[in-house]
Nanobody
Framework: VQLQASGGGLVQAGGSLRLSCAAS????????MGWFRQAPGKERECVAA????????YYADSVKGRFTISRDNAKNTVYLQMNSLKPEDTAVYSCAAEPDWSLKTRPSEYDYWGQGTQVTVSS
């Protein structure tokens, strides 16, 4: 499966962005999907993940209440709506897919990765 992330950009603190991750080559409904971010000098972290059906979702504590992950399997696309953005949300955001049944949050557990999209939040 190939993943294409888009939607990053420069936004002021308090603003919003919506990231999209389009899957091709295989139906996205066969994968759990995750959004990860990596800031300079920091480890890659999972900010949100969603199960195949969309019923189960995971959020990192740092983004709970501000970010929402969703998916449209008919469009083979996963979204990350980011509201109330903070400067500390600045990072390269990547989407990833893994075919297991249980939701995963560690980068090593994901098999397929899209290229990153830069999100920069100015203060």
């Amino acid at each position: 499966v190939q993943l294409q992330a888009s939607g990053g950009g420069l936004v002021q603190a308090g603003g919003s962005l919506r990231l999209s991750c389009a899957a091709s080559g295989r139906a996205s409904s066969t994968f759990n999907m995750g959004w990860f971010r990596q800031a300079p000098g920091k480890e890659r972290e999972c900010v949100a993940a969603i199960s195949r059906s969309g019923v189960s979702r995971y959020y990192a504590d740092s983004v709970k209440g501000r970010f929402t992950i969703s998916r449209d399997n008919a469009k083979n696309t996963v979204y990350l709506q980011m509201n109330s953005l903070k400067p500390e949300d600045t990072a390269v955001y990547s989407c990833a897919a893994e075919p297991d049944w249980s939701l995963k949050t560690r980068p090593s557990e994901y098999d397929y990765w899209g290229q990153g999209t830069q999100v920069t939040v100015s203060s």
